[in-house]
C-alpha cells in the first residue's frame, strides 16, 4: 500500500456526491482517464446508496465508512456499514433484485458495481456490510 484514506460519513443521500468525488480525486494520483475515473465514481455511488437507502432505520441515519488505498496502479475501495445486513448476498447480487420496490429501486446496484470495476466482493452479516472494490488503472497487475 504507497497510499490510504479513511473516511466516515453521515448515511444521508447529501452525502453521496461528496463520496464519490473525494473517492475519485484520491485516485487521480494514479493518472486514470475520464471513463475510468467514471467508473469509480459510478460503483461508490452505487454502494453508498445502498448504506443510505438499506442499512439503517430512517428514523435515525447512521454512518457510511470508507476507506481506500493505493497500490502500484490499482485503487481498492472499501464501503462498510454497521447497518442490518443483507440477508442473502447471492440474491442480493442478482440483477434487478431488490428489497425496496415499493420506492421503485431498479435492484441494479451491485451489477453496475460488478460491471465498472475490476473486482467486487461483499461481506455481509447481521451487524452490518463491507463492499470491497478495485479498479486497475493501466492493466493489471502480476
Do not use: W
Not at 473517492?23 to 454502494?47: C, G, M, R
Not at 496502479?73 to 442473502?88: F, K, L, P
Request: hydrophobic share 40%.
Amino acid at each position: 500500500m504507497e497510499n490510504y484514506f479513511n473516511m466516515e460519513l453521515l448515511a444521508v443521500s447529501r452525502n453521496e456526491s461528496f463520496a464519490r468525488s473525494a473517492v475519485a480525486a484520491f485516485a487521480v494520483e494514479l493518472s486514470p482517464t475520464i471513463e475510468q475515473l467514471n467508473d469509480i465514481k459510478t460503483a461508490v455511488s452505487e454502494a453508498v446508496t445502498n448504506c443510505i437507502v438499506h442499512a439503517y432505520d430512517k428514523s435515525k441515519p447512521g454512518v457510511i465508512y470508507i476507506k481506500a488505498a493505493i497500490s502500484g496502479r490499482s485503487v481498492q475501495i472499501e464501503i462498510a456499514d454497521n447497518g442490518t445486513g443483507i440477508e442473502d448476498v447471492d440474491a442480493a447480487m442478482q440483477p434487478f433484485f431488490t428489497t425496496k420496490p415499493e420506492q421503485e429501486r431498479s435492484g441494479m446496484g451491485f451489477t453496475i458495481m460488478k460491471t465498472f470495476m475490476d473486482e467486487l466482493e461483499v461481506f455481509s452479516d447481521r451487524t452490518g456490510t463491507r463492499v470491497l472494490m478495485k479498479k486497475y488503472l493501466g492493466g493489471k497487475e502480476a
